[in-house]
């Protein structure tokens, strides 16, 4: 009797879930172990796209259908469960359908035990989940890689970065690290229109990826190519048995890349340069092989583009020095490092001070003083330049107040120098102006020093901010002229009042050839109506030939090395 009813009880149960299943629309199976007989309910076949009758009722039928990769997962999962390991069977897949195509199925299944607890017999569920993995896996797409080209964001590529470099450190396993940054690219951009960019780097992309295809050495070694943005990839190379494998790739990427690319029936040219970083250099941080390919492709630009360089032990030393640097100029200001001297400006006819340069040190907790050149290029490419130059301006300012209250000092002036970054600050000219407000100074008692590189390098927002802060009465001196590379009409027109001599033409205006170069930059500066201010003046018979040229003004260790301001009074 109570067997009876428990097997209407279980009759009804099986209904009911059989019910809950169409309604669900998943398909069910059920399989006894024994015997090894299988069933398929007719939803169960159709999800496939068979009718009943076309697919046997056999294991294979399922099994022999789902993706290979899925495959040991599935039994694995199978098998843990029938053992009692797991409450159930719980495992997504992909399966092949008539039509060819896999889809994914998220299968559910419980076995049914005897009393010593073995599985006789096990059934279950397959639910079609194709479109929430797709949406899933679109996502994914969309987070982690770039919508221009499809290939893999900085972000996955950290991530596959971070996964080699691992392995790298546990196995005897290298890996390397390919920085590609095309020559040129803002060029085609501005003369031929972004749209023609974007088909650069879409094609770009594919090429280097065809550099690393499978069937070639590069995909028996795995390997990931990446955008970073605008015209920076990144390769990602894993398992190179030493440099060459790495250098053999960056050749082969230079050779693709320097083919003459059809856009729109138009050909365009670029090359690229690369910078290749390994594991055999030994690295702390994935992102430290990163960096030290983004340094080996910075020498590579120097060394004139089109090639590519390898990050070698010194590269990666300096790399790490720079590094080292960048972070300890965080909160310097804050930590009241930095100084600033100041080196007089005279008047070479009868070497009066008539003004000074502010020049910058930092005062390092470890490394002593460094001098400018050892920090500010690291400090503008890690854009903590400007509260510098405005730290720096503040302190200028307040030491010219000061000197200028003697009455004989009224007429100084103050250089500061100035980095192109600080022009694209858009409050940089309220800054300057509010800060001489505040110390009740003249505008043109100011000069910014300025490099010829750092106006050309930020030529719109330079032209712009120095066209405003000259409508202020500032004024600014080219540094380092002479030295730069563009071409002097173009720096016409930009409003400049005084015109720096490197020290490296002073250096040699003892000799015929020095002595024509100063004057002719002298003479420039006359018919210009410019100052004319030669740097480095070291030596009497440098000053004498100066003054024979009629240079009105001059710094250098002739007249003092830059000097603590509390110094200076006394020069005056
Ligand atoms: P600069 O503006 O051309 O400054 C002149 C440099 O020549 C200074 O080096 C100065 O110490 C050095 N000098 C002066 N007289 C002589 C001489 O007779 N012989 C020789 N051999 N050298 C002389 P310093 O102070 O190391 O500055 C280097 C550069 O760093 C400066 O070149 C300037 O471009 C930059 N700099 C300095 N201070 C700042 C700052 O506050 N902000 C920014 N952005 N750059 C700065
Ligand atoms: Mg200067």
Redesign the pocket.
């Known amino acids: 009797m109570s067997d009876l009813v428990d097997a209407e009880e279980l009759r009804q149960s099986e209904e009911r879930y059989a019910l809950a299943a169409r309604g669900a629309n998943d398909g069910l199976w059920d399989w006894k172990l024994q015997t090894n007989e299988i069933y398929f309910s007719e939803r169960w076949k159709q999800m496939l796209g068979f009718e009943d009758h076309e697919l046997p009722n056999v294991v294979q039928s399922w099994l022999g259908r789902v993706h290979p990769d899925d495959l040991p997962v599935l039994q694995a999962q199978m098998q843990l469960h029938l053992e009692g390991q797991t409450p159930h069977f719980e495992c997504e897949y992909r399966i092949l359908e008539q039509g060819g195509t896999y889809r994914w199925m998220l299968g559910r299944a419980m076995a049914v035990r005897n009393i010593d607890n073995v599985a006789y017999r096990i059934a279950g569920s397959q639910t079609d989940i194709t479109e929430r993995k797709l949406a899933v896996e679109e996502l994914l797409q969309a987070a982690f890689h770039d919508s221009l080209t499809g290939l893999p964001n900085r972000m996955l590529f950290m991530d596959r970065l971070t996964g080699a470099a691992n392995r790298a450190k546990r196995k005897d396993y290298q890996i390397a690290v390919l920085f590609i940054d095309l020559d040129r690219f803002k060029m085609i951009n501005d003369t031929m229109g972004h749209e023609m960019g974007d088909a650069v780097l879409v094609e770009i992309g594919r090429r280097l990826e065809g550099c690393v295809r499978p069937g070639d050495t590069v995909a028996r070694l795995g390997s990931t190519v990446a955008r970073l943005g605008g015209d920076e990839f990144t390769v990602l190379v894993e398992r190179i048995s030493d440099v060459a494998d790495a250098v053999r790739i960056a050749s082969r990427i230079l050779e693709v890349v320097k083919q003459p690319l059809l856009v729109d029936g138009q050909e365009v040219m670029t090359t690229a340069s690369i910078g290749v970083a390994t594991s055999t250099t030994g690295f702390e941080r994935p992102e430290d092989l990163l960096r030290d390919a983004d340094a080996a492709m910075y020498r590579a630009k120097k060394m004139g583009k089109a090639r590519y360089e390898v990050c070698d032990r010194q590269m990666h030393e300096h790399a790490l020095e720079r590094l080292h640097i960048e972070r300890d100029l965080h909160g310097v200001i804050d930590r009241d490092e930095l100084r600033?001297?100041y080196?007089p400006v005279v008047a070479l006819a009868d070497e009066k001070v008539i003004g000074f340069?502010?020049?910058?040190?930092w005062e390092h907790p470890t490394r002593g003083t460094l001098?400018?050149?050892d920090f500010?290029t690291i400090?503008?490419s890690a854009n903590l330049?400007h509260p510098?130059?405005l730290w720096?301006m503040g302190r200028a300012l307040r030491q010219l107040q000061q000197l200028r209250e003697d009455e004989n000092a009224r007429e100084l002036t103050m250089?500061?120098?100035?980095?192109g970054r600080?022009f694209g600050y858009a409050d940089f000219v309220e800054e300057l102006t509010s800060a001489l407000q505040a110390r009740s100074i003249d505008a043109s008692a100011i000069k910014l020093?300025i490099?010829e590189a750092a106006i050309i390098r930020n030529a719109e927002t330079a032209g712009r901010v120095m066209g405003e802060l000259a409508g202020q009465n500032i004024r600014f001196t080219l540094?380092?002229f002479g030295t730069g590379y563009s071409s002097f009409a173009n720096l016409l027109r930009y409003p400049i009042d005084t015109l720096?001599i490197?020290?490296s033409f002073?250096?040699h205006i003892n000799e015929p050839e020095g002595l024509r170069a100063v004057q002719m930059m002298v003479t420039m500066a006359r018919v210009l109506g410019m100052t004319a201010v030669a740097?480095?003046?070291?030596t009497r018979d440098q000053l004498e030939a100066l003054r024979l040229l009629n240079c009105p003004l001059g710094?250098?260790?002739?007249f003092s090395?830059?000097l603590p301001g509390e110094e200076i009074a006394a020069l005056l």
Do not use: C, F, H, W
């Open positions: 600033v001297v080196q340069e502010a020049l910058i040190r001098n400018p050149d500010i400090a503008e330049i510098i130059t720096t250089s500061v120098n100035v980095s600080d020093d490099t540094d380092d720096k490197d020290r002073t250096a740097e480095g003046i070291e710094q250098g260790y002739l090395k830059p």
